[in-house]
């Protein structure tokens, strides 16, 4: 009787170990998946943060080019002013 009580043992802990090995082995595709999904997300934000360095870099430029530009509108806009007071310091000579 001993040996049947042993064999007995030894396939309910067999089966309890393979119920281990299946708990286990599903521990570690979850593991593997969450890894992806972390790998995944690493690289969208790694992307994400490119086009921003990107946009940001624009922006610097557009901003660059339109002070330049505000400083040609005030170049032509002193020339004008001086312009129309030669103007005005000119005689009216058309009204005689």
Known sequence: M???ETAD???????DTIGIIKKVNANVA????LS???STAAEEQSAASEE??????NINRVAADSLS??????THAGAIK???EALTSLP???NE
């Open 2 to 4: 001993k040996g049947l």
């Open 9 to 15: 043992r030894c396939f309910t802990q067999s089966k």
């Open 30 to 33: 979850m593991i593997a998946d």
């Open 36 to 38: 992806t999904q972390i």
């Open 52 to 57: 921003i360095d990107r946009n940001v870099a």
């Open 69 to 74: 530009l505000a400083g040609d509108v005030a």
């Open 82 to 84: 001086r312009r129309a």
């Open 92 to 94: 009216l000579s058309f």
